[in-house]
């Protein structure tokens, strides 16, 4: 909370029982590959979620997410109508999904999701409404059920991915 708009968070290893919502503008930053557990909970429970920034949204860069919520929309990481940049980090054994992009696409089309491993999800990587993410370069593998979904009218841009062991592409 004490962070200002454009800050860089820097977040060292260590395991963070945690439930966070990014609502301005920040860079956090993990270091040495710190978990950020959301503790599995019952309910749309998500580990991270970026609300309503638009391309005001920061990054979230190294760290290992985990333990989303158990209802149908409970995420590792939740993102509404913002884009950020989720870039080198490992996202899994969430309940749902380990990732859900949803939104306008004139608020999510800047979004960039690259060079992650996401696994152990239910859904790897859920994208709805008008989703317009660039998803790119990342491991999405070994989801119970989808690697990367679309539902609504998202049209995510989606190349350069190694995307095997789902029940579903």
Same mark, same amino acid.
């Given at each position: 909370d004490a962070a200002?708009?454009?800050?860089?968070?820097?977040?060292?290893?260590g395991v963070y029982q945690e439930n966070i919502v990014i609502d301005k503008n920040v860079n956090v930053i993990g270091i040495d590959w710190p978990?950020?557990?959301?503790?599995a909970k019952d309910g749309?429970?998500?580990t991270? @979620?970026?609300?309503?920034?638009?391309? @005001?949204?920061?990054?979230?860069?190294?760290?290992?997410?985990?333990?989303?919520?158990?209802?149908? *929309?409970?995420?590792?990481?939740?993102?509404?109508?913002s884009s950020p940049t989720i870039v080198n980090n490992k996202i899994t054994l969430?309940?749902?999904?380990? @990732?859900?992009?949803?939104?306008?696409?004139?608020?999510?089309?800047?979004?960039?999701?690259?060079?992650?491993d996401i696994s152990e999800n239910t859904i790897g990587i859920g994208n709805g409404r008008g989703s317009?993410?660039?998803?790119?370069r990342n491991r999405i593998y070994n989801n119970r059920v989808v690697g990367v979904g679309c539902r609504g009218q998202a049209a995510p841009r989606i190349d350069e991915n190694l995307i095997y062991?789902?029940? *579903?592409?």
């Open positions: 200002d708009p454009g800050d860089e968070v820097i977040v060292e290893k978990t950020i557990d959301g503790g749309d429970v998500n991270i @979620m970026i609300p309503y920034l638009g391309d @005001m949204a920061g990054k979230i860069e190294g760290f290992i997410i985990t333990g989303g919520g158990k209802g149908g *929309l409970g995420h590792g990481i939740n993102i509404w109508d969430n309940h749902h999904n380990g @990732m859900g992009i949803h939104g306008r696409a004139a608020l999510t089309g800047k979004a960039e999701v690259y060079n992650n317009e993410a660039h998803i790119y062991g789902n029940w *579903l592409g």
